[in-house]
Antibody, heavy 121, light 107 residues
């Protein structure tokens, strides 16, 4: 059984940097890609990107210029940074585990609890 | 980018009835890399179906995924009270995109 627990700042001002962390509990951290996905009323569910235990990343082209993902294998944690945020980045952010081992193209079978991030001056 | 269009927007049905949800892609979804999720208020999405027709672990067999190419369907054979929720499709054949959702309401 896998559990994902996430945390991070929930209120940001425009131009600040969003920073979230997701801890993975279970023994499968090195076998999968781990994604960040956000959900807003305006844009629905949007995939942000993914990372594996070796640090290989794959980002959504629409966000690539502002996104950095990293991983701490010793702690089984992944992190998301999104810089220069605007009101359009207001959303619930989720971390999620890929369903199938080793491969990029995947659905997501375990999700974090979600973190509401609001961008407002 | 592959755009997924779900229909109908809202489906009003009674418990015990059959629900048929559609997801249409703007181009062919390679290898039928399509998933379905259920989401309830305040919760994260829950994976139901992956690779178009494979049920995820622990998902009851009243949920069935079908389709290929650009047209996919999620069928709930007999609605249980806990099935009233919003359902999303997601493709992962080319990057990753989600549909806008279908809400299944109690009639």
């Amino acid at each position: 059984q896998v559990q994902l627990q996430q945390w991070g700042a929930g209120l940001l001002k425009p131009s600040e940097t969003l920073s979230l962390t997701c801890a993975v509990y279970g023994d499968s951290f090195s076998h999968y890609f781990w994604s960040w996905i956000r959900q807003s009323p305006g844009k629905g569910l949007e995939w942000i990107g993914e990372i594996n235990h070796g640090g290989s990343t794959n980002y959504n082209p629409s966000l690539k210029s502002r996104v950095t993902m990293s991983v701490d294998t010793s702690k089984h944690q992944l992190s998301l940074r999104l810089n220069s945020v605007t009101a359009a980045d207001t959303a619930v952010y989720y971390c999620a585990k890929a369903t199938k081992k080793w491969i990029l193209r995947n659905s997501y079978d375990y999700w974090g609890q979600g973190t509401l991030v609001t961008v407002s001056s | 980018e592959i755009v997924l269009t779900q229909s109908p927007g809202t489906l009003s049905l009674s418990p015990g009835e059959r629900a048929t949800l559609s997801c249409r892609a703007s181009q062919t979804v390679s290898s039928n890399f399509l998933a379905w999720y259920q989401q309830k208020p305040g919760q994260a999405p829950r994976l139901l179906i992956y690779d178009a027709s494979n049920r995820a672990t622990g998902i009851p067999d009243r949920f069935t995924g079908s389709g290929s190419g650009t047209d996919f369907t999620l069928t709930i054979s007999r609605l249980e009270p806990e099935d009233f929720a919003v359902y999303y499709c997601q493709q992962y054949g080319l990057s990753r995109t989600f549909g806008q959702g279908t809400r299944v309401d109690i009639k």
